[in-house]
């Protein structure tokens, strides 16, 4: 799953993501954002009608805390809105340093959109649902001075992302996205699982043997060196796996993402 949300590999001890939690992803992304950009004081936006914009907010508040940068303003919106300039001139009303944004595409481009309207210039702080190549299209001008977190950036030039980059757009005649670069290393993390048990034709015993060779793959794709890690459930029992992975802080400059550290 690409799915970054709290909660999910607590479900138990089949569930495994190959995508890296929120939780680990947002501390370095506000780290090389403040960094770079001189934030020392943020606003707020994010979607309050979506468990994962949500998610993504509750773990920004706590990076912020732990950073000890303070919030000017909080405001909230939902799926769907189109109009956001309230907020906006509310944010601007307080000059923060950057816009913490925890969106998905559909909102969280038109979003920069109308911020540069009203003449707001300081970066955006975005989670995983704003990085996308799709930006710069729905966001067209607009689009400079999002900082995001991943695994993944287009503009890593290792080996194995530069293959998966060129065999993706052989197929599809476009860029791939994070998502993309998930799904391909997903298929060759169950693929080393799969080499390591031998298949009866007895389903349970092979669906256990399956998920307990899991754990054990390392890999190094698209999304750079990977290996599972375990997650405990709300009881603080062991229950799936999430990715181990370091994040990779990248911010959007002439229709690029650009890498910093």
Known sequence: TSNTADGITSIGDYVFRNSVTEADVLPETLRVAAKHAGVKKVAVMYGNDDVFTKSGYDNFKKALDDA???????????????DFKA?????????????VLSALLAEGAPIMVQARQLGIKVPFIGGNGMNSVKI???AKGASDDLYVGSPWSASNDSPENVKFIKA???????????????????????????K?????????????????????????????????????????????????????????????FVIEK
């Open 136 to 138: 710069f299209d729905l």
């Open 168 to 194: 993706f757009q052989a197929k599809f005649n476009t860029l791939p996205d994070q998502f993309a670069a998930q799904s391909y290393d997903a298929m060759h993390i169950m693929v080393q699982a799969l």
């Open 68 to 82: 000890h940068i303070p919030v000017t303003t909080t405001e909230t919106f939902a799926k769907g809105d189109v």
């Open 87 to 99: 907020q906006l001139t509310k944010i601007k009303a307080t000059n923060p340093d950057a816009i």
């Open 196 to 256: 390591t048990i031998k298949l009866n034709g007895d389903l349970a015993a092979e669906r256990t043997a399956l998920r307990d060779a899991l754990p054990g793959v390392k890999w190094t794709g698209a999304t750079g060196a990977f290996q599972f890690r375990r997650a405990n459930d709300k009881a603080g029992k062991p229950a799936g796996y999430d990715a181990q992975q370091t994040a990779i802080v990248s911010v959007t400059k002439g229709d690029k």
